[in-house]
């Protein structure tokens, strides 16, 4: 094997047997680039890591990376092949305080999942159409806003009681139980929702006690969290009978059934207007027709339609005689015509005309008329007609008749 290909080998095997790794330790030899790209090694007593972390995830980190400071970061392994070295690039890094935060967390969590705090069968069914809303939550905060903001805008049309406690510090815990007790001690709603807006982990702590989770699990009020963004998790989302992602999500979902039925009975309004100017036009419709025929039934309707019958009728019969009188008028004429070619002088008259016509036929188709064209007649010595010239041998007199006279002649 060549350097590279080892190198190369070594690098996939590291890269994919580690691809997401959180570490704790100290840094040390810190330096920062004018690229913005940190470097630095992260050390605790035993073993010194290389690490890096690039410009736009050093941009986005709440902490300010110096010597000596413990952290904990997420990130992966990597090999860079001209050096042959690894090192980790890490992605996101906080304080060492967060992940002590982290494991009292996970910490608490394992202890109170074991005891069945989060169990689904404990969990209660949440009111569809609630009409009184317990919020504890501070009654200053962007969350509480926001969440009067969606109820008003989805026309909500029940009643919410704030009831006001600290989301953040140290006596935010204890508030927060106060006034989960205080809603389930005089039945103050149907629905209760505990949280806040989002925040670090830190800012959100309180919601993470176990007074609080207590409290939470133990209510016989329906409880949503409601705490943070949506990547957020506290215990009290986990004790909850229901977990909203933020305030407003949970706004969201308790207007939901209300804005389900506003949208139905919208909808059935819609059909009921609709089905209603169906039916009432289908009825104007009918009255229409009763009324054309009533009108048609009326003696006066009925009269004027007698008398317009009967003026059809009279002029169909003038129309009848007219045409009968024109008809026997024709047939009168084409008597009297017959009857005068019949008269004597009519028929003379006609014979004349006739016999001229023939005249002129057999004038225009006597010989003469045919030598007038420029025609001639040929005959031998017996005044035969020579129609053929094998006729007439040679030597042989003929004569030649044309329009002005006869000429003698021989075939030579």
Same mark, same amino acid.
């Given at each position: 094997m060549?350097v590279?290909?080892?190198t ?11 691809p /997401? /790794?959180?570490?704790?330790g100290?840094?040390?030899?810190f330096?920062q680039q #004018?690229?913005?790209h /940190?470097?630095?090694s992260?050390?605790d007593?035993?073993?010194s890591i290389?690490?890096v ?10 902490v ?5 400071? #413990? ?9 860079y092949p001209?050096r042959?070295?690894?090192? +980790?690039?890490?992605r996101t890094i906080?304080?060492?305080g967060?992940?002590?935060l982290?494991?009292a ?11 069945g705090l989060?169990?689904?069968?404990n969990?209660q069914s ?6 009184? +809303?317990g ?8 969350a ?6 969606i109820l008003?805008r989805?026309s909500w049309t ?5 009831i006001?406690?600290?989301?953040q510090?140290?006596e935010?815990a204890?508030?927060i139980?106060?006034?989960?007790a205080?809603?389930n #001690?005089?039945n ?5 929702? /505990?949280?806040?807006g989002?925040?670090s982990?830190?800012?959100l702590?309180?919601?993470?006690e ?5 409290a939470?699990?133990?209510s016989?009020?329906? +409880?949503?969290s409601?705490?943070?963004h949506?990547i957020?998790f506290?215990l009290s ?9 933020t305030p407003?999500a949970a ?5 939901s059934a ?8 919208a909808?059935?309004?819609d ?6 100017e169906r ?11 009763v009324?054309v ?5 009326h ?5 004027e339609?007698a008398?317009?019958?009967?003026d059809d009728?009279?002029?169909?019969l003038?129309? +009848?005689?007219?045409y009968t ?6 047939r009168l004429q084409?008597?009297?015509?017959q009857?005068?070619?019949l008269k004597p002088?009519t028929?003379?008259?006609? !014979?004349?005309?006739k016999?001229h ?5 057999l004038?225009?188709?006597? !010989? #003469?008329?045919t030598l ?6 040929v005959r031998?010595?017996?005044?035969s007609?020579i129609s053929d010239s094998?006729e007439?041998?040679p030597?042989s007199p003929?004569?030649?008749?044309m329009?002005?006279?006869?000429i003698s002649?021989?075939?030579?």
């Open positions: 060549t590279t290909e080892l190369q080998h070594i690098k996939g095997l590291l890269e994919s047997s580690f /997401v /790794v959180r570490l704790r100290e840094i040390s030899n330096r #004018q690229s913005g /940190v470097y630095f992260l050390k007593s035993g073993a290389s690490c972390c690039f410009r736009n995830d050093a941009m986005r980190l709440d300010r990376l110096r010597d000596g400071l #413990q952290i904990v970061g997420t990130g992966r392994v990597s090999v001209p042959g070295n690894y090192q +980790i690039i890490f906080e304080e060492d967060v992940g002590r982290q494991q967390f996970l910490k608490l969590k394992e202890k109170l999942s074991a005891e989060f169990d689904s069968e969990k949440l009111p569809k159409l609630p009409k009184t +809303i919020f504890v939550t501070s009654e200053t905060g962007a509480l806003r926001d969440f009067i903001s008003r989805r029940g009643q919410l009681i704030v006001p406690a600290r989301v510090g140290e935010a204890p508030e139980v106060r006034g989960i205080l809603a #001690q005089h103050l709603c149907d629905l209760l929702v /505990v949280g806040r989002g925040g982990l830190e800012d702590w309180p919601f993470n176990e007074i609080v989770a207590r939470v699990a133990a016989m009020i329906p +409880i949503i409601a705490v943070g949506e957020d506290t989302d986990f004790a909850a009978d229901f977990r909203a992602e407003s706004a969201e979902w308790i207007t209300h804005q389900a039925i506003l949208d139905k009975l909808s059935l309004n059909r009921f207007q609709k089905a209603s039916q009432l036009e289908r009825i104007g419709h009918r009255l229409s027709i009324t025929n009533l009108r048609h039934q003696p006066r309707n009925r009269l339609q008398a317009l019958r009967l009728l009279q002029g169909r003038g129309q +009848i005689l007219q009188f024109r008809e026997h008028q024709q084409s008597l009297k015509n009857f005068a070619g002088e028929q003379l008259h006609h !014979h004349r005309e016999l016509q023939i005249r002129l036929r004038t225009n188709n006597s !010989h #003469q008329a007038k064209r420029g025609y001639a007649i031998d010595n017996n005044n007609l094998a007439l041998p030597d003929f004569s030649v008749e329009r002005d006279g006869s002649a021989t075939r030579k």
